[in-house]
């Protein structure tokens, strides 16, 4: 008879419980749970409206929940300078440059310079003197994500990512997200694209009207 092997623990990075928000007099997120682990994704699906940005901007730290709690492992001094996060709108200040941005956010985190390999990969070297008002969506988005990789954080929070980017760049989104998570880090997403979510192997997060939704 064969030994029985013991379960790989699992290290949950992003939990959630019973988050509720209220934004303009009208409940957007009520009751809601979930926890992303190590070397995770988990995609925020649902229509617009859904909660979804919401939820990713209480997790990020940049909004504070109503009712309920967030946690994230590995934010010991201050969430929002610990983890990755790239806002659906993705407007940093508009008169920063693309390498004042990454100078920024490595200097937040007290972390080293983003690595040659990633800054190529999402083609930002070339933007580094551009000021980001004067970009495209799509370079404010490589930019962003290039801010939000900056020292290897243990969760990333990325709302549409792939808004605005073209093949090569959305290339450069799926490699990157697949080497965080080899590396342990959770990635929480929304993305309304399906194709995007199975080139990720994300797993889904149900959402309509606010609530999770149960299969």
């Not at 988005?141 to 073209?166: I, K, M, S, T």
Request: proline letters at 5%; charged letters at 25%.
């Amino acid at each position: 008879m064969s030994e029985r092997k013991p379960a790989v623990p699992v290290t949950v990075v992003i939990e959630a419980a019973r988050l509720r928000k209220r934004r303009g007099g009208r409940l957007v997120v009520e009751d809601v749970s979930f926890a992303v682990a190590r070397g995770e994704v988990a995609a925020l699906v649902g229509v617009n409206g859904a909660g979804k940005s919401t939820i990713l901007s209480m997790v990020a730290g940049a909004l504070s929940p109503d009712g309920g709690w967030i946690a994230v492992t590995g934010a010991t001094s201050g969430r929002r300078r610990q983890l990755g996060y790239v806002p659906e709108a993705a407007d940093p200040p508009g008169q920063l440059t693309g390498g004042e941005l990454l100078a920024l956010a490595a200097a937040l985190r007290g972390a080293a310079a983003l690595d040659e390999a990633t800054r190529a990969r999402l083609g930002v070297d070339a933007l580094a003197g551009q000021r980001i008002e004067r970009m495209s969506l799509g370079q404010r988005r490589r930019v962003c994500l290039a801010a939000a990789l900056v020292g290897d954080p243990p969760a990333l929070v990325l709302d549409e990512p792939d808004n605005g980017l073209d093949v090569d760049g959305l290339d450069a989104l799926v490699a990157l997200i697949a080497a965080a998570t080899a590396r342990g880090a959770a990635v929480l997403v929304a993305t309304h694209d399906p194709a995007v979510r199975e080139r990720l192997g994300a797993r889904e997060i149900l959402l309509e009207g606010g609530r999770l939704v149960t299969r």
